[in-house]
């Protein structure tokens, strides 16, 4: 079994500010954990993913996410905010393989100028 | 790199209709692939795994008669949704496997309103 849970559905924070979404996940086994965002009316876009290894990992548009097993974390942080960062950003979770991948419910990240 | 196409992008249709939608990878070949649905504001939620040759496994309270599922060669899968009524209007994404390699690929979705 697996799940994800995302703290905070609304974040808002100032251009240029820290950004960090919270998430925290729950499996039965080493997980695989991914960070997508979701523009109004589009797909999901695949931000950054831990799988083996290192566990910060490095993404698209300066994410990066630290893997933190003692707390079974894995936040997404940005260290300066710009407007084009304003969408929704969901974290998710797999067992991997040809397994399902478990959404958290989304954090909406508002950038205020 | 790997692409998944979803089609249609949108559709809109009069309650009572029946609605296909089609999920091709591109350059690789998808022994398994998902469909999600996703209601304005909320998360995606897995409906069922689509098998290549076999039948689609649903998730529990998705209802297999109503959300027809084939995928009848490694390239592609359909939803079906049949008998469409305003309840039924959300998004949907599929996402398929490459080797079960992770990531899953995403399509861009499909915008389904029912009048």
């Known amino acids: 079994a697996q799940s994800v849970t995302q703290l905070g559905s609304h974040v808002s924070v100032s251009e240029g500010a820290l950004v960090l979404l919270r998430c925290n996940y729950s499996?039965?086994?080493?997980?695989?954990l991914f960070w997508y965002v979701q523009y109004p009316n589009q797909g999901l876009q695949l931000l950054l993913k831990y799988t083996t290894g290192a566990t910060l990992v490095k993404g698209i548009n300066g994410f990066e996410a630290e893997f933190k097993k003692s707390e079974t974390s894995f936040h997404l942080t940005k260290p300066s905010a710009h407007m084009s960062d304003a969408a929704e950003y969901f974290c998710?979770?797999?067992?991997?393989?040809?397994?399902?991948?478990?959404f958290g419910t989304g954090t909406k990240l508002q950038v205020i100028p | 790199g790997a692409v998944v196409s979803q089609h249609p992008s949108r559709v809109i249709c009069k309650s009572g209709t029946s609605v296909k939608i089609e999920c091709r990878s591109l350059d690789f070949q998808a022994t398994t692939m998902f469909w999600y649905r996703q209601f304005p504001k909320q998360s995606l939620m897995l409906m069922a795994t689509?098998?290549?040759?076999?039948?689609?496994?649903?998730e529990q309270g998705v209802e297999k008669d109503k959300f027809l599922i084939n995928h009848a060669s490694l390239t592609l899968s359909t939803l079906t949704v049949t008998s469409a009524h305003p309840e039924d209007s959300s998004f949907y994404i599929c996402?398929?496997?490459?080797?079960?390699?992770?990531?899953?690929?995403f399509g861009d979705g499909t915008r389904l309103s029912i009048l």
């Open positions: 689509s098998n290549e040759g076999s039948k689609a496994t649903y």
């Open positions: 499996s039965s086994v080493p997980p695989y």
């Open positions: 998710a979770v797999s067992a991997g393989g040809y397994q399902k991948v478990t």
């Open positions: 996402s398929a496997h490459d080797r079960g390699h992770q990531p899953q690929h």
